[in-house]
């Protein structure tokens, strides 16, 4: 992280006659806005100014547009290792390929061979296996590049919710199918499902998380933790990507990462508390558990206290599902 870009704001007070002064603790974000952009609550009242506007506090703003920095920061990174790695491959065998044109050039010109005290195997070989595959490598890696370059532009970062749910509802039923089968069963049938669908939301959450359940179920672990790092890169508040996450965090005995987990989460949820309270008293921290706990009865309701003994009782059954929100319908 570039910690030039976290600068204080100093305090303004909004110079509009009639809101006296009052604090500026708002950015109007209205896209069509024209007006000053740091702004007090009154400004969001009137109708001279920023009526009807969207806006956000100061602080989201700032925290949105770091978290932003960070991951082109990030991005800045891979791109010139990239650059780095790429070119040191090609580098490689521009050199090796010049080396042997010389030799094949000096095998065909008379007066060259005739200096030449031993002759190497240049000839021998009947298909020149190299070139041919070298080219096809290339080529996908060339294919590959116009694909990324075709989807970024396209991309709108908008997701047909109605199209996704439709996936989602029937993944959801072909897992919940699966789970009542006693043997141990094949998910590639989801996964190919989710996959059509990743194909042109590669970015939408939930539709990895489901995908991470599936590889996990098939016992495919370190596929589905790559995969929930990918998701939880792209949303770090998303509840199917923390959910998962918080059962790989516990099978791996993770427990103070676990914890940490709920932080993040931007409504209260009660299968994340479960992960949480799991992990507070594998560690022993008996307070804490007390202080959650009061905490969720009065989140997540009386019955919580319940609900999370039913969990342990159940635990190992209820334990190794993930739970999937329902999308609606
Ligand atoms: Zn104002
Ligand atoms: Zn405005």
Excluded at 52 to 69: A, D, S, W, Y
Excluded at 201 to 213: H, Q
Aim: charged share 30%; glycine share 2%.
């Amino acid at each position: 992280m570039n910690s030039s870009c976290q600068q204080n704001w100093p305090e303004i007070r909004c110079q509009y006659a009639r809101h006296n002064e009052m604090p500026c603790k708002y950015i109007c974000i209205d896209n069509n806005c024209k007006k000053k952009k740091i702004v007090c609550f009154r400004c969001f009242q009137d109708k001279e100014y920023h009526q009807n506007h969207q806006g956000l506090t100061i602080e989201e703003f700032k925290q949105k547009v770091q978290l932003r920095l960070e991951n082109l920061f990030k991005l800045k990174q891979i791109l010139q290792d990239s650059i780095k790695n790429f070119q040191s491959f090609i580098y490689k065998y521009e050199e090796s390929v010049e080396a042997l044109i010389n030799k094949g050039k000096q095998y065909s010109s008379p007066g060259e061979l005739l200096k030449i005290e031993t002759i190497d195997n240049y000839f021998v070989l009947e298909n020149d296996h190299f070139a041919p595959y070298m080219q096809q490598q290339l080529e996908k890696i060339r294919q590959r590049t116009d694909k990324i370059t075709k989807f970024t532009q396209d991309f709108k970062f908008i997701f047909n919710e109605e199209d996704i749910n439709k996936v989602k509802l029937k993944v959801i039923k072909m897992l919940n199918e699966k789970k009542q089968l006693e043997k141990p069963t094949d998910y590639t049938d989801a996964i190919t499902e989710l996959n059509k669908a990743l194909k042109q939301y590669p970015t939408n959450c939930s539709l990895l998380s489901l995908k991470c359940t599936c590889l996990a179920n098939q016992n495919q672990i370190e596929e589905a933790k790559k995969l929930n790092e990918y998701a939880f890169q792209i949303n770090q508040n998303d509840e199917t990507v923390l959910l998962f996450r918080a059962k790989l965090k516990t099978e791996n005995k993770e427990y103070e990462e676990c914890i940490q987990l709920y932080d993040l989460i931007t409504e209260p949820n009660k299968y994340l508390a479960y992960y949480k309270l799991d992990s507070l008293i594998e560690l022993k921290r008996e307070a804490e558990v007390k202080k959650f706990l009061e905490q969720c009865d009065k989140q997540l309701g009386q019955s919580f206290k319940w609900s999370y003994e039913e969990h342990k009782k159940g635990s190992g059954k209820i334990r190794n599902e993930i739970q999937h929100p329902q999308p609606q319908q």
